[in-house]
């Protein structure tokens, strides 16, 4: 018997508790499809018809402590749950709804939509704004709250969309409860740049970005919330985010601030005139303005492969801080506004001013065509690694970085361990395996492919997996680096292949100094010589084409690194 008795646990007239830990019955292969409502019987069809009913989402990958578990027959996905496993829940945490002044939908629109796509966990993030302060935020609750109840089997956070004093925006979101409201709410009117008149570029600006991640963690300490954490959204798009402020994010409190999206949304937005926006793709299609860091190269403003150019660029600004041995993770979500082809409409009699959201979207009559963005689980997936299913567990997994990313499905699971030749000790994302100097360690990835179409109706094909390896060099004396020398792509495995499971091994060999590995994959279909040279990546994401960047045609995913630490 397993260490879960599903028979017992299901009640589906049950609210869920955000404290349960418990799998949700749709995702429960142990829970027959005739004990599940319709809608429920819905869902699991839909996953069972696309091949994702166990790997990819129910953590089907219910990843275990050897690389034999993340290839259990889907039997076993979301049942036992093996003693040091993880289920990999898939999320996004950057959603809009009629709350936002750019925004349309109503919550439980954008929860159905993601529940339909198989997102297991989505934060609600409406602007942040001196409207919003005011109302926004007690406004929107009772949706959420209603949302929770009527979609059990996808956990829904309150969060909101934070105007970085000083920088771009980042997701804030705090762990349900009777004080999430007003802790948002005092965070928005005391540290929201709208709101303060903070925007510009500044280093008074800067420390109350600093003094917001404060707040979030005192509120922690003082249990005014169980958990809160803050990502930054899109942070290359305009060039605001500098690597000084990067740095003193994640130095203020690295259990709050904790990462960055590796990959924006507005992934339609590339789509190509007359069938799409014909933009930039993830929105990125600007230049640099007076409050840019001036350092930053022009290809910076733009994606790679759907990625952000901190994430993309091996041994750019991102592996600049993992040389550093500073966590520092990746996301990738939707920034779900307006949806492409969807057929919505702004609610007649709208007054936002007034009333701090819009009326209830209707039909429309015309296909959005110009519109930017996917449903939330569409295109964009950020898969955690959880203990169990609930809020607290998806915040520890994020915190933990044990997260990994893609595109389009490209593929449907990923178990990836760091493990002594000896095969006694392991980590997996994020984590940091502490050995004896001279220790032989290898990579040991376990990937299931797509195994069945995604949502453009194809399967992935995945081509190439991607090896990244960096020396951990410690503290950099220029906090406004973004390089990391001595990162590289140090071993490319030819996969071409869109069924079943590939077992991959990369040998580290006797590790005397510090050293961290990530990995990437990809289609293949666009590729180019990495912004550092062939010597460091030689075929690496293309640069996206404004107007012409079809987000379908290039797909990647991408993981968290992990160390190892020898002594």
Do not use: C
Request: hydrophobic letters at 40%; a negative charge.
């Amino acid at each position: 018997m397993g260490h879960h008795d599903h028979a017992h646990h299901h009640h589906h007239g049950d609210h869920h508790d955000p404290g349960d830990t418990d799998v949700p019955p749709v995702l429960d292969l142990d829970v027959a499809d005739e004990e599940l409502s319709p809608d429920e019987l819905s869902r699991r069809s839909l996953l069972r018809r696309a091949g994702l009913l166990g790997a990819g989402l129910a953590g089907g990958t219910v990843l275990g402590h050897s690389g034999a578990a993340a290839a259990a027959p889907l039997a076993k996905a979301g049942g036992d749950v093996p003693r040091r496993g993880y289920q990999w829940l898939a999320g996004d945490h950057h959603i809009h709804t009629q709350y936002s002044p750019d925004a349309v939908y109503r919550v439980i629109d954008q929860v159905r939509h993601a529940n339909a796509y198989g997102l297991d966990w989505m934060v609600i993030t409406d602007h942040g704004s001196e409207q919003h302060a005011k109302i926004g935020v007690e406004k929107v609750n009772p949706d959420i709250v209603a949302a929770r109840s009527a979609v059990r089997d996808t956990l829904v956070f309150q969060g909101l969309e934070w105007n970085i004093p000083a920088a771009e925006h980042g997701t804030v979101f705090v762990h349900p409860g009777r004080r999430e409201v007003g802790v948002l709410k005092e965070f928005e009117n005391s540290f929201d740049g709208s709101v303060k008149g903070a925007g510009a570029n500044t280093p008074a600006n800067e420390a109350l970005a600093i003094a917001g991640v404060n707040f979030l963690a005192d509120a922690v300490r003082r249990r005014k919330v169980t958990d809160a954490l803050f990502l930054a959204n899109h942070p290359a798009r305009k060039g605001l985010d500098s690597p000084h402020e990067i740095r003193a994010w994640r130095d203020a409190n690295p259990r709050i601030a904790v990462g960055m999206e590796g990959a924006p949304g507005h992934q339609a937005a590339g789509i190509a005139k007359p069938n799409g926006p014909g933009s930039g793709r993830g929105a990125y299609d600007s230049s640099p303005s007076a409050d840019s860091f001036p350092a930053y190269p022009l290809e910076s403003y733009r994606t790679f492969g759907g990625y952000d150019w901190m994430t993309a660029t091996v041994g750019g600004l991102w592996d600049s801080l993992l040389a550093e041995g500073k966590p520092w993770w990746i996301s990738a979500n939707s920034d779900a506004h307006w949806v492409y082809t969807d057929t919505v409409a702004r609610g007649p009699g709208s007054d936002f001013p007034a009333n701090g959201y819009y009326e209830d979207p209707v039909y429309g009559g015309q296909l959005g065509l110009t519109n930017s963005d996917f449903w939330p689980g569409y295109y964009s997936r950020t898969h955690v690694g959880a203990a169990g299913f609930g809020y607290a567990a998806v915040m520890d997994g994020i915190r933990a970085g044990r997260v990994w990313v893609d595109h389009g499905g490209l593929v449907s699971g990923l178990d990836v361990r760091l493990r002594t030749r000896s095969g006694r000790d392991d980590v997996t994302l994020g984590g940091m395996l502490r050995v004896r100097r001279g220790t032989k360690v290898d990579l040991v990835v376990t990937i299931d492919l797509a195994n069945g179409p995604n949502w453009a109706q194809f399967v992935p094909t995945l081509a190439r997996v991607d090896v990244i390896q960096g020396d951990v060099t410690g503290e950099v004396s220029d906090r406004d680096a973004f390089a990391a020398p001595k990162t590289r792509v140090v071993k490319s495995f030819e996969v071409g292949r869109s069924t079943g499971t590939v077992r991959l091994t990369y040998p580290l060999g006797e590790v005397g100094t510090p050293v961290y590995v990530r990995l990437r994959g990809t289609d293949g279909k666009r590729t180019a010589v990495g912004l550092r040279g062939a010597a460091v990546d030689p075929t690496g994401p293309a640069m996206d084409v404004v107007g012409d960047a079809d987000p379908w045609q290039d797909l990647w995913f991408y993981t968290n690194p992990m160390w190892v630490l020898p002594s």
